[in-house]
């Protein structure tokens, strides 16, 4: 006798279970960033903020490149192939960015070379390092659960323009900001189409999940770190 299957019963994506997991977790991330847009000294934290942000981001690309080489030493595994084709794709995508924010904390009084002499906190070598981990000692598909936090939950323009109004800056200081609210709703959209697509074994499910969770714990304490200082 064959089993009787509910078809009212809704198919949970891969995409969707990710989410699910990412969205029990991001309260955390929530109330800090809450905290940091609402803070009576929000002038002088945001090009805190950014350089932080930066911090992060100046690893994009060399961790995509990392993944990459990973992937292809895979030739055999049809999840690895496919990752391939992904990082390959969206590297470009990512190329630069770096260099917008600096732009940016230029014109908010913070040089390029203090910027880029700034080392960044061990919260932050931990959140990126982690990664490098998982993607070189276990499967680089690990690297999309990190990628899911990051390009999953843009900021909108509004609330981009209310950042905005809030500090008194100029446009010029939240440019990095307002073109990530405009790209990452694409590349949300192909990171969705991407994990949907992937053949993932129980190993890598939870890796991919364990790495956009770990994600959010460590990207809130960088965040709670720099409202200490304030």
Same mark, same amino acid.
């Given at each position: 006798?064959?089993?009787?299957?509910?078809?009212?019963?809704? !198919?949970?994506?891969?995409?969707?279970?990710?989410?699910?997991?990412?969205?029990?977790?991001?309260?955390?991330?929530?109330?800090?960033?809450?905290? =940091?847009?609402?803070?009576?000294?929000?002038?002088?934290?945001?090009?805190?903020?950014?350089?932080?942000?930066?911090?992060?981001?100046?690893?994009?690309?060399?961790?995509?490149?990392?993944?990459?080489?990973?992937?292809?030493? @895979?030739?055999?595994?049809?999840?690895?192939?496919?990752?391939?084709?992904?990082?390959?794709?969206?590297?470009?995508?990512?190329?630069?960015?770096?260099?917008?924010?600096?732009?940016? =904390?230029?014109?908010?009084?913070?040089?390029?070379?203090?910027?880029?002499?700034? !080392?960044?906190?061990?919260?932050?070598?931990?959140?990126?390092?982690?990664?490098?981990?998982?993607?070189?000692?276990?499967?680089?598909?690990?690297?999309?659960?990190?990628?899911?936090?990051?390009?999953?939950?843009?900021?909108?323009?509004?609330? !981009?323009?209310?950042?905005?109004?809030?500090?008194?800056?100029?446009?010029?200081?939240?440019?990095?900001? @307002?073109?990530?609210?405009?790209?990452?709703?694409?590349?949300?959209?192909?990171?969705?189409? @991407?994990?949907?697509?992937?053949?993932?074994?129980?190993?890598?499910?939870? =890796? !991919?999940?364990?790495?956009?969770?770990?994600?959010?714990?460590? @990207?809130?304490?960088?965040?709670?770190?720099?409202?200490?200082?304030?």
């Amino acid at each position: 006798m064959q089993p009787i299957t509910d078809a009212r019963r809704p !198919v949970i994506t891969e995409s969707r279970r990710l989410r699910d997991k990412l969205e029990f977790v991001l309260p955390l991330l929530g109330d800090t960033s809450r905290r =940091l847009v609402s803070h009576p000294r929000l002038r002088e934290i945001y090009p805190e903020w950014l350089v932080l942000w930066h911090g992060m981001i100046r690893a994009s690309v060399p961790l995509l490149e990392t993944a990459l080489v990973t992937a292809r030493e @895979l030739p055999d595994d049809p999840v690895a192939v496919r990752l391939a084709g992904y990082f390959t794709h969206h590297m470009p995508e990512e190329r630069d960015h770096d260099e917008w924010l600096l732009a940016d =904390l230029e014109v908010l009084g913070v040089p390029r070379d203090e910027a880029l002499g700034r !080392v960044p906190s061990p919260t932050i070598a931990a959140l990126v390092g982690s990664q490098y981990y998982w993607v070189q000692h276990v499967h680089p598909v690990g690297l999309i659960g990190y990628i899911a936090l990051l390009e999953g939950y843009p900021s909108t323009r509004q609330a !981009v323009n209310q950042l905005q109004s809030a500090t008194g800056f100029g446009p010029e200081a939240f440019r990095t900001l @307002l073109l990530h609210a405009d790209l990452d709703l694409h590349h949300a959209e192909e990171l969705d189409d @991407l994990v949907d697509s992937l053949p993932l074994s129980d190993q890598q499910r939870t =890796l !991919v999940g364990l790495s956009a969770m770990a994600s959010v714990q460590l @990207l809130a304490r960088t965040q709670q770190e720099l409202l200490e200082r304030y």
